[in-house]
């Protein structure tokens, strides 16, 4: 194949070059040498094949710097003495820019870096191509030649392949031990701490699996590159065909993407340039699976330096391609249902909520993303499964390898890679705490919810998948109090139809008995894309089309829904929620709304529910001070917390540089929620507190205070809150805070943690943020 290096070699001359390297490399492992020995002779290997005057391997070391490791034809008291800093000479460039750089005359190129101990004065041509790894720089693979030339056609996808060979090899310590390569950013080894967002809460200790992992180096190497491309081309056509049929059949698969980006994905897949790369490095004697992870490699590694936000979102489009292009090539590629150890903890970049369901949740212990957001359809999954998650670890892909020991807080949003012995031992205690405490937490379930004072309350559970339902049993919960119902529509290929949607309502009232439940209508738009919702680029999606809105404007999908409702609570109650009200008139076209159907259904004779109930869900400020007009025809309010407080503050709670500006002990916002709670009290009108508010120990006992005596939550932190309010005086609680609600200080948190330890409330039944 690299006889001759200076004419062109013809495509099918070239596989073998590879395949022979690779089985000299296998004996190269196997012979009883030192590192650097091996090192060397890697060098000459490739310089060999090469047809090259030098070959040299620079590694990258944890400060930027690129360290000469190797080299034949350079002087060898230059390796390890010779680092070039970020971007300096032609290497630099090549790893600066993570593409490949030639030059006919390096000395003459504006780049280039003089470096007096290399003796590379009399080598002209310069080729080098970045070593990548998970789209990672690992180092930079050089060829030089005396002559100065034309570089010739297909050396620079050659020296690709090699160099894609040498980043596994090198990383998988079959070169080089790890302990060997001290200081340098091949295959991490030192122990890593990321901090990230904590999405759902829990801790776990296992081992990392990598989701959609690496493709394997058995499996770089061709034997046969025309096969190999009859196969490329084959899933490359299957490919197309299975976008045309999500696009052409109107099905927009949960998790997936939109059809906004299925049709990029379509442009993707018809794209000549991104081909031609495929089948170039299937030509160089790569697998198809090894040509497209290659080609993903290097997409990512140049789109990650890209400051236009819409070059890096392209980058999870091409993503996405690569992998659905590799499940079509290969149905035996790790993937979502994979067998898993029995302590996994998953790491991945993003994942949809129809993988992440479909790996076995008795093994799966957490997870880690290096995307999403908290309010992601991944994050629901995992908080109704009770999975830890920590979302925003970006960068945890290129520092764990599958097998890695992994401490997962969701608490805290943490992710220990390779954790040293004394963080292991920290979380040991911590997991110890845990279990004794869910211990005595599974006691309480059957306690009375009274105060210490005799003032009764409810602690209700929120949900919105069938498997949250048996919580109800485990955590004592009096009802269901907020019933998500948009999920179905997230997980389902195509609209739910009416059938379809009453079954399931009809098991939630199933497993509730005689326990209420409280259904919220589709809360779609915003982040919550499905085939009913469409993305749409809004400025701010949370100000934006979504939720009731959306359901008056598509008056037919919301129809649908409530019909469905009607069917499912035949002979029993039936209680509704509308989301997102922020004048009385929408609550009054969605309760009408419901009025007609149930006017239908009786008019055609269908079986009625015994009592019907519309609410209104409480989440904007300008509803809060209308409320006093809708209440004459609600039937009951939930107040939602999370976004009443958020568009109260004009500050995300998840945002770290803003979130303390979002307090929800402010005196401002606790008269808030008082004039709610009053109005409410007047009207002679049932209210509730929903969501993440409701879940926290200390701010439950202020909202029984202020007269909540219903509240809704996670079914992880009922026990919590029940323990705190069983031993609350919420008399005397409510009379400190009728004295200070008009305070003009920032917060009532701190004196509420004071008075709490000084009436000898143990910390951790206060905050909840130190129950584990």
């Keep these: ?20 390297l690779l089985s000299r490399l296998r004996g190269l492992m196997a012979a009883q040498e030192n590192a650097q020995k091996r090192l060397d002779n890697l060098t000459s290997m490739i310089a060999e094949e090469t047809g090259s005057d030098v070959s040299s391997i620079y590694l990258a070391r944890r400060s930027g710097a690129l360290e000469l490791c190797a080299t034949h034809g350079l002087k060898q008291e230059a390796v390890h003495s010779t680092r070039l800093q970020h971007g300096e000479g032609l290497v630099g460039q090549v790893a600066l820019t993570a593409k490949p750089l030639a030059a006919a005359d390096a000395q003459a190129h504006p780049a280039f870096s003089y470096r007096p101990e290399t003796g590379e004065e009399p080598f002209k041509s310069f080729v080098g191509v970045p070593i990548l790894r998970g789209g990672r720089l690992v180092g930079v693979l050089t060829s030089q030649t005396s002559d100065a030339r034309k570089l010739a056609d297909g050396e620079i996808e050659t020296l690709q392949t090699v160099a894609m060979i040498l980043a596994e090899i090198i990383a998988s310590g079959q070169i080089i031990a790890p302990e060997e390569l001290a200081g340098l950013d091949v295959r991490p080894t030192k122990s890593e701490r990321f901090q990230g967002g904590a999405f759902s809460p829990g801790l776990a200790i296992g081992v990392a699996v990598v989701h959609e992992p690496h493709v394997s180096p058995v499996r770089l190497i061709a034997d046969d590159p025309e096969d190999e491309e009859a196969r490329l081309d084959i899933a490359i056509n299957e490919l197309r065909l299975a976008i045309d049929e999500m696009l052409d059949a109107g099905r927009l698969p949960f998790g997936g993407p939109t059809r906004d980006v299925l049709e990029a994905y379509r442009m993707f897949a018809h794209d000549r340039g991104w081909l031609r790369q495929l089948r170039d490095a299937v030509k160089q004697g790569l697998t198809a699976e090894a040509a497209v992870e290659r080609v993903r490699n290097e997409h990512r590694a140049r789109l990650m330096q890209a400051k236009d936000q819409n070059f890096r979102e392209r980058l999870h489009d091409l993503e996405d391609l690569a992998n659905r292009l590799l499940r079509h090539l290969d149905e035996t590629t790790q993937d979502a249902g994979a067998p898993l150890p029995d302590n996994a903890i998953l790491i991945a970049r993003s994942i949809g909520p ?24 991944a994050v629901i999954v995992a908080k109704a499964l009770g999975i830890p998650l920590v979302g925003q670890v970006e960068g945890a892909l290129d520092r764990v390898e599958t097998g890695d020991p992994v401490i997962l807080d969701g608490e805290f949003g943490l992710l220990h890679i390779r954790p040293n012995e004394e963080v292991v031992e920290a979380y040991a205690d911590r997991v110890e ?10 006691k309480l379930k059957d306690a009375p919810s009274v105060t210490a004072d005799g003032q009764p309350f409810e602690l209700h559970l929120n949900a919105g998948l069938l498997i949250e339902l048996k919580r109800l049993e485990e955590t004592g919960a009096a009802g269901i109090g907020l019933f998500r119902t948009e999920f179905q529509f997230m997980v389902a290929d195509t609209l739910p139809m009416v059938g379809e949607q009453a079954t399931l309502y009809k098991a939630v009232l199933d497993a509730c008995g005689e326990r209420p439940a409280v259904f919220r209508t589709l809360d779609l738009g915003g982040d919550k894309v499905t085939a009913a919702a469409p993305a749409m680029r809004e400025p701010n999606p949370a100000l934006g089309w979504r939720a009731i809105r959306m359901g008056l404007d598509r008056p037919g999908l919301l129809r649908l829904q409530l019909r469905a409702l009607i069917q499912a609570a035949a002979g029993r109650e039936l209680d509704v929620l509308f989301p997102m009200i922020a004048a009385p ?40 001070f209308a409320i006093d007009e809708a209440l004459p025809r609600a039937d009951f309010v939930a107040v939602g917390a999370n976004d009443l407080m958020q568009y109260f503050f004009a500050a995300d709670r998840l945002n770290a540089r803003v979130a303390d500006r979002y307090d929800v002990l402010s005196p401002p916002a606790l008269r808030l929620f008082q004039s709610v709670q009053q109005a409410c009290a007047r009207h002679n009108v049932p209210v509730s507190i929903c969501g993440e508010t409701a879940s926290k120990p200390l701010e439950a006992a202020v909202l029984l205070a202020l007269g909540y005596t219903k509240l809704s939550m996670a079914a992880g932190s009922i026990a919590p809150v029940r323990t705190l309010l069983n031993g609350l005086h919420v008399d005397r609680l409510g009379a400190w805070l009728a004295s200070r609600l008009n305070d003009a200080g920032r917060s009532l948190r701190p004196e509420l943690l004071e008075a709490a330890a000084d009436a000898g409330l143990p910390p951790e039944a206060v905050d909840n943020s130190r129950i584990i």
């Design 1 to 20: 194949m690299m006889d001759d290096a200076i004419s062109p070699p013809d495509a099918k001359d070239l596989a073998p070059g590879p395949r022979r």
């Design 354 to 377: 129809a993988e992440l369901l479909d790996y076995d949740r008795s093994k799966l212990k957490g997870l880690a993303l290096e995307e999403g957001s908290a309010t992601s359809h």
């Design 433 to 442: 705490t845990i279990s004794r405490r869910a211990a005595a937490f599974a």
């Design 585 to 624: 008139w929408e609550f009054f076209a969605a309760r009408d709304m419901l009025a007609a159907e149930i006017a239908r259904a009786e008019k055609y004779g269908r079986d009625l529910p015994k009592r019907w109930r519309a609410g209104l869900m409480l989440e904007t400020p300008g509803m809060a």
